[in-house]
DNA sequence: TACCACTACACAGTAACGCTGAGTACCGGA
DNA sequence: TCCGGTACTCAGCGTTACTGTGTAGTGGTA
């Protein structure tokens, strides 16, 4: 992640891109290519373009996304991935599981060091 | 976690999980044991023993404790992990990334949903 | 004595996920 | 004609948490 990549930031970030790429699509339908772009822009600088796919991938299968295909001016067609209700179910539980980690964190960071 | 294990809790434990026993063993030396059933208590409720063993003996490789066996009253002898100089720097690193993380995920917070 | 619960750790195998690196394909401009 | 930007796919790898099992020491109790 930007200039410090890291073993710890890779394993922090599983689960939570999910999240992350949940939260983005709750705002609006986005594709592949641009969700890359923007979440490069936020700070990820580092981020894998095919770390973004596989995951659409995966949360197509599980039914979060509804998928669309849509021509470009500027290259292949996109893949427009949109947020169904099941996708806002696990978007929910994620944001539940969010909160109890960075509580306990915040509890943490108080008692210790 | 809790009552609601779940796929993502397992998932956005990783990494984080480290974070938080190294925070741990800031305050004062631990082991094990007594590590695992101090996360339980604060909430980690199905946090499996074996990952903690786990977890010890790679944080143990890298060189970030320190660790010294000491006779137990109640079975056989503890392993006491105590963090050192190295210990603190990757913690220091840990904490970094996670206010990255959580800026990123708080203003996601407010933009979308 | 035999058994059981609690303490304490180790280890093999599995699933999930992010990264790497390569490949395919479409478009516009130099 | 070639190069850069757009857009997606895929095989293989490393790391981590979980599962399940095994080992072993202590104390209590029937």
Chains 1, 2 share one sequence.
Request: proline residues 4%.
């Amino acid at each position: 992640m930007g200039a410090t990549v890291g073993r710890q930031s890779t394993e922090m970030l599983k689960g939570v891109l999910e999240g992350i790429v949940l939260t983005l699509l709750s705002t609006r339908p986005a594709y592949g290519y641009e969700i890359t772009a923007r979440l490069r822009d936020q700070g990820f600088t580092d981020l894998a373009e095919g770390t973004v796919y596989a995951l659409l991938i995966r949360i197509e299968q599980r039914g979060l996304v509804d998928v669309e295909k849509v021509p470009s001016e500027k290259g292949p067609p996109r893949k427009v991935f949109t947020l169904n209700a099941r996708g806002r179910e696990d978007l929910t539980e994620f944001w539940r599981t969010w909160s109890f980690l960075t509580e306990r964190l915040d509890q943490l960071r108080e008692d210790g060091a």
